[in-house]
């Protein structure tokens, strides 16, 4: 959707605009906001993470075989990566108090999505299953990726295809809710777009929706930033408990398992 000039200036949503890009999320399973971002702020982001792209994959032409040449880095914990613009958006944030409530959190670092040339089709797939797959009615999202391109994104560098109104799809069998991925024979018959959109644009999409990556016959690699929100659900601000290694050696497996979301003390 095309946000007006005010809303950009302001970093501010009007009344209709926020409602629309909420229902659009909700009932689509994604939303894109067009061209939001300015060109040359946009140009140095991502010569910020081509360096990064470079130092990781220059030469390591068979880790991208492997990866059908789909790839990414995580984003150093620095300037530019850490501009307000990409992690505390106010146009997303206005749009995920919405949809995931006021006490939504993310994580650092995050990540971005490269299609280099050359690249394949994907497998179409979620991000994340139900929350409750046994049940036959969807929930409302529990995690939001709000992707930020640094490239236009076309047809021919391999726009992201998306499956609208997936994300309210119940699980087909077991091992669709175990692998995230979906068979052929569920996504053949039903309507799909791809995410076209100029550089500088933002996409948030329930991570429930079916997706893939494209493949990108431009000679240029095509990038979108990824920075994953949740919902706040029965998580208390201390879940995170600190250990140092003699601590931890009293711990059985099992107990490493269940109070596995820890730091490391020196
Ligand atoms: O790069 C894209 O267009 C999509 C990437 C993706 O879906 C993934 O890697 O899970």
Redesign the pocket.
Known sequence: MQLTTDEIESGKLNENNLEQATQTLCNEGFVVLDKVLEQSWVQKVKAAVSEELKAKYEGAEEDLARTRH?G?VESPLKTPFMDPLIIENPLVFQILKQVLGDRFFGCLPYGC???FPGSEN?NV?R?CGHIFPEVKDPMPPLMVVVNISLDEFTAEN???EVWPGSHLLVDGSTDETARLRIPPARYSDLSSEQTLMSAGSIVLRDMRTW????PNTSDQP?T?LSVVYYRQYFLPDNFMVSLNEDELSQFSDQAKLVFRLRQTKS
């Open positions: 789909h990414g999505n490269t299609v994907q797939h991000d391999g726009a992201t997706h893939r990556g494209m095509r979108m």
